[in-house]
């Protein structure tokens, strides 16, 4: 008895563009799938919508696979048995199977306009009918290929056999996620397979692609259901070796945007991969989050490496249910996975968002007051804002802190801005910052919050920071002076 094949998987990305996150998701799920059992994960380049084809978009593509640590066995920049890669060099391939379709009369050529199809369509639209390819020149082979013979352009379909010889009949497959799956052929159109410009089209590549390259799980979004059963019409078709195992599919749901409403895309910001590493998210926490979405953990312990998940993972517990794409998780996780950096790992992760102004010696100093409090490495800039430009400051909101008037207030911080232009160098540090200005509030009777958070948004214009006076310390004197003097002014206003 012969012993199973070995498992290959494969993603077959379009360079139309950047890899959408729920591409990488499809990705992570086809490596650890393949990974976990000992098996090969394949990189195809699907470049043969030369209308939409973005130069560089392939190699942007392989590079942000491999920053979130996603490698592959073969593919268009590792040569393997089954190449080449890219699709747009398989040309001769698709076209000789298409031919072999027509000959075998599963498929025919067709000359129809785009004109001629659209009033087609229009007019089955109108009568409510499912659009569909009428048939006009299969009953009219012989004009065709005379009217080709001439010099015609053409195409060639498929022929989904549905005539009063051939009434519909199921397609039934069993998905890996989903289970059993039936579609009747009458809602199969005679599908496009080769183009005028001897380019495949998807259904056509696809098939022969996975068939050569010996895939033997298909894992991708569930907006191609309704493709698998013309895809094993042709997988059938071709009268390849029956002993093969035909491919496995599984088809996992979308992930729906933030608010639940609809699925991820462009119109909830920028969802490509990439602009996520862009944004600060670290590529293992992105990674764990994209493992448990839509699947979990036996043991229920969601935070996980990409080894441990290619050890657990099975397609079959994934959920066959759309899940949101939950920010404050995401947000929550990676705040753990930077908690966990020591802190010259997190210099050197800080680095690409460092605003150039603050020098590396005081984002040195300044991570222990920030680290726990990051969620995205992006939020730098942010935090430090106040240490290197006069900070936006809104007297409304100092004044709801410090419950008394703008006089008053001022006053108040000309009084701080005393005090701490009396402090020495070499007195400088938070603890006698504490001192004294605990000191002035216990003086004036003030009581510890207003007198503190005032202070804080005169320095800083924020609410939130770090421990106060480390903050002050940080600062320096000099810039803890020009703060105060700047929000005198703007509440004297």
Not at 88 to 105: I, K, M, N, P, T
Not at 391 to 414: F, G, M, R, V
Not at 432 to 452: C, I, V, W, Y
Request: glycine letters at 6%; a neutral charge.
């Amino acid at each position: 008895m012969s012993s199973p094949p070995s498992v290959r998987t494969r993603i077959a990305p379009s360079p139309t563009g950047q890899l959408h996150i729920g591409s990488l998701a499809i990705a992570l799920r086809n490596f650890a799938y393949a990974k976990g059992r000992g098996g090969q994960f394949i990189i195809r380049i699907e470049d043969t919508d030369r209308e939409r084809f973005v130069p560089g978009a392939t190699e942007e593509t392989l590079k942000v696979l491999k920053d979130y640590g996603l490698n592959w066995d073969e593919g268009p920049d590792i040569d393997g048995p089954y190449g080449p890669y890219i699709q747009s060099q398989r040309l001769e391939r698709y076209q000789e199977r298409a031919q072999w379709l027509v000959d075998q009369g599963h498929a025919y050529y067709c000359i129809c306009s785009k004109e001629e199809l659209k009033e087609m369509r229009d007019q089955q639209l109108k009568r409510k009918e499912i659009p569909k390819y009428d048939r006009r020149c299969l009953k009219n082979q012989d004009e065709v290929k005379k009217k080709i013979a001439a010099g015609n352009k053409y195409i060639i379909r498929m022929k989904i056999p549905f005539d009063e010889n051939h009434p519909p009949e199921p397609v039934v497959f069993n998905d890996l996620v989903r289970g059993e799956i039936s579609i009747s052929t009458d809602n199969i159109d005679d599908q496009v397979l080769l183009k005028s410009d001897g380019f495949p089209t998807y259904h056509l590549a696809v098939v022969v692609d996975d068939h050569d390259m010996r895939i033997t799980h298909i894992i991708r979004g569930e907006e191609w259901i309704s493709s698998t059963p013309k895809h094993i019409w042709l997988y059938q078709k071709f009268g390849w070796d029956q002993s093969e195992v035909m491919p496995q599919y599984a088809h996992v749901p979308v992930f729906l945007s933030p608010t639940g409403k609809g699925k991820m895309s462009k119109r909830h910001g920028d969802v490509s991969a990439r602009s996520f590493l862009e944004q600060g998210y670290l590529p293992e926490a992105m990674l764990n989050f994209l493992m448990i979405m839509g699947w979990a953990p036996k043991d229920k312990n969601e935070v996980m490496n990409l080894q441990r998940f290619q050890q657990e993972f099975d397609i079959r517990d994934i959920s066959s249910k759309a899940v949101i794409f939950d920010t404050n998780k995401l947000n929550w996780l990676n705040g753990l996975y930077i908690r966990t950096l020591t802190a010259d790992e997190l210099f050197d992760r800080l680095q690409p968002y460092k605003p150039p102004e603050l020098s590396d010696d005081l984002l040195k100093r300044f991570i222990p007051l920030i680290k726990d409090r990051l969620e995205t490495l992006s939020q730098i800039g942010e935090f430090t804002q106040y240490f290197y430009q006069q900070p936006e400051l809104d007297p409304k909101a100092i004044l709801k802190e410090s419950k008394i008037t703008p006089q008053e207030t001022a006053a108040y911080l000309h009084q701080v801005e005393t005090v701490i232009s009396q402090i020495s160098d070499s007195d400088w540090s938070v603890a006698t910052l504490e001192t004294k200005l605990h000191d002035l509030q216990q003086q004036l009777g003030f009581k510890p919050r207003p007198a503190f958070m005032t202070i804080r948004l005169a320095v800083t214009g924020r609410s939130a920071t770090p421990p106060l006076f480390d903050v002050l310390h940080l600062l320096g004197r000099d810039r803890c002076l020009t703060n105060l003097s700047h929000a005198q002014k703007i509440l004297q206003a």
